[in-house]
């Protein structure tokens, strides 16, 4: 297993614990989407994974290893725009090797290799106030996995694009994690995104939380997204999925009310 969180507990001061005992793994080359109620956990289970949060009981793995402090195999993306407005696409995507002292030479090979993985050659010397919606996101993609970490955190990554430009990041990612044959987990609220990225679909709910049913999706790494729309076996995964995901958030608001 590549990522394993084992037996966590987790919580914030003052609420109910948010985990207690919770077993999750990730296999290399797995793209796992997580989906669940707004305040569930989600967020805190990416953070636990990139060692920006630490557990209060259980252990996170990586490869095998304990993870004891942040995660230096992971590469974090979030709905946010956290580019540096007053550098160029270029600067904003070396960033991450800057701070870890790489040489320059390894720098500039990385830098070709990750603008070329998405398509930002062109944009290198642009600014971010320059650059669409979706060049943004692939900047941030980029600059995610510019120092090659085997596994991507993405936490609601597109949430903030419309629906058009969505799909379209939907098709770019997946042809990069594939190429990179990296491992991917993908935080979500939004079902169909969930059904059409993952390899498996982990619906969570709950306080403690738990995992309310796991899906293994079909369709296999060489997805043709507009084809899979079509399908009826889509809109049944997706009607079964709006269904759990009913249920984990009428939980969720009766444990608040309580
Ligand atoms: N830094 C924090 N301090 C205190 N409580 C927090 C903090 N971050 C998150 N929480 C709480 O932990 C719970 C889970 O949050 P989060 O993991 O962000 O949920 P999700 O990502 O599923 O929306 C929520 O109830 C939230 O209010
Ligand atoms: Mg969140």
Redesign the pocket.
């Known amino acids: 297993m590549l990522l394993e969180l084992q037996r966590i507990d987790f919580g914030?001061?003052q609420?109910a614990p948010?985990l207690q005992g919770f077993d999750m793994q990730v296999a290399a080359g797995e793209f796992v989407a997580l989906l669940?109620p707004?305040?569930?956990?989600?967020?805190?289970l990416l953070n636990l994974a990139a060692g920006l949060l630490l557990p209060l009981a259980g252990a996170v793995r990586f490869n095998g290893a304990y993870l004891h402090g942040i995660n230096r195999n992971v590469g974090y993306m979030t709905q946010g725009d956290t580019l540096l407005p007053w550098n160029t696409v270029a600067k904003n995507i070396l960033l991450p090797l800057e701070l870890r002292g790489t040489p320059l030479q390894e720098r500039m090979d990385s830098l070709e290799r990750a603008l070329k993985l998405v398509n930002l050659t062109q944009a290198r010397d642009k600014y971010p106030s320059e650059l669409s919606g979706g060049m943004k996101r692939r900047a941030l993609l980029a600059r995610s996995l510019i120092y090659g970490p085997p596994m991507l955190l993405m936490d609601e990554p597109f949430g903030a694009l419309d629906a058009q430009l969505r799909e379209t990041m939907h098709q770019e990612l997946l042809t990069t994690v594939n190429r990179l044959q990296e491992s991917v987990l993908f935080?979500t609220h939004d079902i169909s995104e969930s059904i059409l990225l993952a390899d498996r679909v982990l619906v969570l709910g709950g306080r403690p939380l738990r995992v309310l049913e796991e899906t293994r999706i079909p369709w296999g790494k060489e997805r043709r997204l507009d084809e899979i729309r079509k399908t009826g076996e889509y809109a049944a995964l997706e009607s079964h999925v709006r269904e759990l995901l009913r249920i984990a958030d009428a939980e969720q608001h009766a444990a608040a009310r309580a």
């Open positions: 914030f001061h609420e948010i669940g707004s305040g569930c956990g989600k967020s805190t935080v």
